[in-house]
C-alpha cells in the first residue's frame, strides 16, 4: 500500500525551465514532508522541508507549495540547471523523524 | 567527520548464503535506519533504531535482522539470501530533532545481487 503517491516518473525539462514534480498523501496525521535529492550513486540528501501548518516554503531556486484540505504537496525548481539532474523523492512522516514514508522518486533531466 | 559509512559497497551472494551489511555514524545521533531501494519503488525502511538498545520493525522486515552494536553502530543480517533481496542498501542516521528539521544523513549504499 503505497502511503505517499509520486508523480511524474520521469521528467525532461530544459534548462531554465520549471520543474514540477508532484506528490499525494493518504494519512492526515502526517506532520512532516520533506524532499530529498539523490545523485546517481550517491545516498539521498535532505533539499527542503515543510509542515502541514504552512503553505508555501521556499529555499533559493527550490518551493514547495503544500495543500492541506487536497492532502497534495509538490516540489517546483525555477531556473532548472543540468546540475539539477537527480532523482527526486517526496516523504512524510508521523510524530517526525522515525517512520519516514518515500514516494516512489521522480528522475529528473535538463537538457541544455 | 564520515558522516555515515557502510561496508560493503558491492557484494554477491548465492541463494542461501548469509552476510552482514555494516553501517557506522560518527554524528552522535540517536537514531539509524536500514532503507531498501529498488526500481520504481522508492526506499523502503526494513528496521529502525530510535536509541541504543531498541530496534523496531519497519515496512518490510522479511527475512532481515538487525543489531545496534552500540550508539555508532547499526548492522542488517540476513540470514538465508533470496533473489528477491537484490537491491541497494542504505543505511541513515538522524538526531530526534535540529532547528526543527528531522534530517537523515544517508550513507553511500551497499548493492547487493542475489543469484
Known amino acids: 500500500q503505497q502511503q505517499v503517491k509520486q508523480s511524474p516518473q520521469s521528467l525532461i525539462v530544459q534548462k531554465g525551465g520549471i520543474s514540477i514534480i508532484n506528490c499525494a498523501y493518504e494519512?492526515?496525521?502526517?506532520?512532516?514532508f520533506p524532499w530529498y535529492q539523490q545523485f546517481p550513486g550517491k545516498g539521498p540528501a535532505l533539499l527542503i522541508a515543510?509542515?502541514?501548518?504552512?503553505s508555501e516554503k521556499k529555499e533559493g531556486r527550490f518551493t514547495i507549495s503544500f495543500n492541506k484540505s487536497a492532502k497534495q504537496f509538490s516540489l517546483h525548481i525555477m531556473d532548472s540547471q543540468p546540475g539539477d539532474s537527480a532523482t527526486y523523492f517526496c516523504?512524510?512522516?508521523?510524530?517526525?523523524?522515525?517512520?519516514?514514508?518515500f514516494g516512489t522518486g521522480t528522475k529528473l533531466q535538463v537538457i541544455p | 567527520n564520515a558522516g555515515v559509512t557502510q561496508t560493503p559497497k558491492f557484494q554477491v551472494l548465492k541463494t542461501g548464503q548469509s552476510m552482514t551489511l555494516q553501517c557506522a555514524q560518527d554524528?552522535?545521533?540517536?537514531?539509524m535506519y536500514w532503507y531498501r531501494q529498488d526500481p520504481g519503488m522508492g526506499l523502503r525502511l526494513i528496521y529502525y533504531?530510535?536509541?541504543?538498545?531498541?530496534?523496531d520493525k519497519g515496512e518490510v522486515p522479511n527475512g532481515y535482522n538487525v543489531s545496534r552494536l552500540n550508539k555508532r553502530e547499526f548492522s542488517l543480517r540476513l540470514e538465508s539470501a533470496a533473489p528477491s533481496q537484490t537491491s541497494v542498501y542504505f543505511c541513515?542516521?538522524?538526531?530526534?530533532?535540529?532547528?526543527?528539521?528531522?534530517?537523515?544523513?544517508f550513507g553511500p549504499g551497499t548493492r547487493l545481487t542475489v543469484t
Open positions: 541513515a542516521s538522524s538526531e530526534s530533532e535540529r532547528e526543527g528539521s528531522y534530517e537523515q544523513y
Open positions: 494519512n492526515t496525521a502526517f506532520d512532516y
Open positions: 515543510i509542515r502541514p501548518d504552512v
Open positions: 516523504a512524510a512522516s508521523e510524530g517526525g523523524y522515525q517512520k519516514v514514508t
Open positions: 554524528m552522535n545521533h540517536n537514531s
Open positions: 533504531s530510535a536509541s541504543e538498545g531498541t530496534t
